[in-house]
């Protein structure tokens, strides 16, 4: 058994803190950086000494813990934010008896995987436009896109800013809907200090390497319905036959067969790794302090660029939402003598990392346009947000220095267009 001497825990946790947690890993602006520390050491140390990989204990004690902080009962965590979408739409399939082509209303703009395992599963994506002002989706649109085939909504909470749940709410219950969360972005987002991903009947989240908190890849799908929950887990693990006490399951051809490879649906292989978990672990435990860096730096660049209001703007604040900030919006204006491609070389080329709004308008994207959907409307602002909008980074790691330089590089830029 491997063991971690006295004198070198005191080294590794000098080093961990100074090179990992304290100083910048850069002179410019990431997008995004993993913050981990001794903790993190320590607990990934333990899984090699304990020797066991696969999903095990860690996996429902990191399920347990994250279900707790948002606010269910259940979670079943997945190789992939991604992942959690799938299985979760799956399990709302098989409970509620969904057919083929009934429809799952989501905002236009967003990311891929929002709409690829809708298309995946042999249902259809409604695209309903966005609001300018949150680049979330846009309540006031949502009755006028639904039909008789539409089952589902799924509003993203884009880019940690929480949708009006309150509005999707009284809507899924007038019409009879079902409420599915994707908060892959909106860790530790709330409104009224109600955390997002206790709207609905499913939520799901992501722990990929660039979010709020990280498990390098890893995703986590929450709910309160025990049968849901039970579905979940098959999907996840093969489609092996859960909540069955005795050791030996017979069904027709099968005799007194060991429940461990009994396969009552057909499933996949989307686990979590013990690795992963004890990351995620020590992740959480940092998560509202991490919420807190990511506040603060967002109100520092948002004074940043109320200088240049007449040529880009941001998401507004709402009264009682809380947003996590996985990373900062940046909208152009109309009208100005720039375009986003000019601006983001600019700012690439002085060491501030950008990218546009995800998918833009997902509609519009290669992938999509011969596929299954109905968008609802012309997409008007969805179209305005994939030419115009983009994000930089606002994660833990950036201090002072790194916003001192986004504010010289961004006087430089508009001061060459005046």
Known sequence: MICIKKKDKKLLSKIFKNKYYNLPKSNGITLSEPIFDYDEYLNFNDVFISRKFSQGSR?????????KYIGYNYAVATNSGSSANLIALEALIKKYKIK???????????????AMP????????????????????????????????????MPVHTLGLPCNMSQIVKIAKKRNLIIFEDCCEAHGASIN????????????????VAHNITTIEGGMVLTNDKSLYLKLQSLREFGRIKNYK?????????????????????????????????????????????????????????????????????????????NSYYTFPIIIKNNVNFS?????????????????????CLPDQPAFNKQPGRSFGNLKISRVIRDKCFFIGVHPMINNENLELLKKVLSKFFNERK
Request: proline content about 2%; hydrophobic content about 35%; overall charge positive.
């Open 59 to 67: 996996v429902k004690n990191f399920e347990k813990n994250f279900a």
């Open 246 to 322: 005795k050791r030996y399951y017979s069904f027709k051809k099968l005799k007194d067969y060991d429940v461990n490879y009994v396969f009552d649906t057909i499933g996949y292989n989307l686990r979590m790794s013990e690795i992963q978990a004890a990351l995620g672990l020590s992740q959480l435990k940092k998560l509202n302090k991490f919420n807190t860096k990511r506040n603060l730096n967002a109100q520092k660049i948002k004074k940043i660029i109320k200088n240049y209001s007449d040529f880009i703007f941001t998401t507004k604040d709402i009264s009682k939402y809380y």
């Open 340 to 360: 986003r491609k000019e601006i983001c070389n600019f700012l690439n080329k002085n060491n501030i990392q950008t990218r546009p709004m995800m998918g833009g």
């Open 100 to 114: 083929r082509g009934s429809e799952v209303i989501i905002p236009a703009s967003t990311f891929a995987t929002v």
């Open 193 to 208: 200090k109600k955390k997002v991903g206790s709207y609905g009947k499913l939520s799901a989240f992501s722990f990929y």
């Open 118 to 153: 809708i298309i995946q599963l042999g249902l259809v994506p409604v695209y309903v436009d966005i609001c300018y002002e949150t680049l979330n989706i846009d309540t006031s649109q949502i009755e006028g896109a639904i039909s008789k085939k539409t089952k589902i909504i």
